[in-house]
């Protein structure tokens, strides 16, 4: 990806979206722009026209962490954007060639699987940077047994969400849960620029999904961390579930995302009947395992 071009286009899209009364701007006469002009940027900023006009061309070397913060002020970025930005400004900066080759690998250790594994009462996933499901519990499994058993997804849920017809019924809020989900990628993406994983997943949906490519191109950013999402499960019906999540400190590529339902509420009903399913489902799969050893063994 053309960090530069990102840069430019991001820069231009959030001045695009700052009217001039929301920034205090008045009496500047007819405009032909729909948001505020590269000269109001550079002076809410406290910066030259012509250095806002060099970042907004997508040259971010060099720019200091305080013109960062007042660039973020003055065209009102939220928490996100704001860290998007300074991630743009660090890939153009010295030694980030030197970083290109690091991509981490998403390994789950046998401990980490054991404590996913103890959790009860949550469906628990774990997802790499590229959002792969590379471990979950039980009850995680049978949540997302869709997006698992999805020959266009393989257990992706970016690639579920715009590859395969049927994410459409399992997120009602499909719109809203693909505008999340694309914007939350492209925050993962500008902390790790140079992550082929990553990088590798954004070129496959761009060049596949019309739907991923205009939202890409939207460039809004957001943060992965708590929230409510609608499922429609295809064992046990709609579900209204909270989620929480979490990183692991050890292993900073990996990321594990934890579905609670409210006490006393249908969901919680629902998701507890389809955690039964599942634990009986496993338990018959283990008999069944057992029995074949011991008839491979002439027992």
Do not use: C
Not at 90 to 95: I, K, L, Q, V, Y
């Amino acid at each position: 990806m053309d960090r530069s071009q990102d840069a430019a286009e991001f820069l231009k899209s959030r001045r695009d979206r700052v009217t001039p009364d929301k920034a205090g701007v008045f009496g500047s006469g007819r405009r032909r722009v729909p948001g505020l002009r590269r000269e109001e940027v550079a002076y809410l900023a406290g910066v030259s026209v012509d250095y806002y006009v060099r970042m907004e061309r997508g040259d971010l070397r060099g720019v200091s962490p305080e013109v960062l913060d007042a660039l973020a002020r003055a065209l009102q970025l939220d928490e996100a954007e704001t860290a998007y930005l300074h991630d743009l400004a660090a890939a153009a900066g010295p030694g980030a060639r030197r970083r290109r080759e690091k991509t981490a690998e998403a390994v789950v250790r046998p401990g980490l699987q054991r404590f996913v594994d103890a959790v009860t009462g949550a469906a628990v996933t774990v997802q790499n940077r590229a959002g792969d499901i590379v471990a979950a519990n039980v009850l995680g499994r049978a949540l997302y047994a869709p997006v698992l058993d999805s020959p266009a997804g393989r257990g992706n849920t970016s690639r579920f969400l715009f590859l395969d017809p049927a994410a459409r019924i399992f997120w009602p809020d499909w719109t809203l849960i693909a505008d999340q989900n694309v914007a939350s990628l492209r925050s993962i993406a500008g902390q790790h620029p140079h992550d082929r994983t990553v990088t590798d997943h954004i070129g496959e949906l761009v060049t596949r999904s019309d739907d991923f490519r205009v939202r890409w191109a939207a460039h809004d950013v957001r943060f992965h961390r708590t929230g409510t999402k609608r499922l429609r499960h295809p064992e046990v019906g709609d579900l209204e579930l909270d989620y929480e999540a979490m990183e692991f400190p050890a292993s900073p590529e990996l990321r594990m995302t934890a579905y609670t339902a409210a006490s006393g509420t249908p969901s919680s009903e629902r998701l507890a009947l389809l955690g039964s399913l599942a634990a009986s489902r496993e338990d018959t799969d283990v008999s069944t395992g057992r029995a074949r050893e011991t008839r491979a063994r002439g027992e």
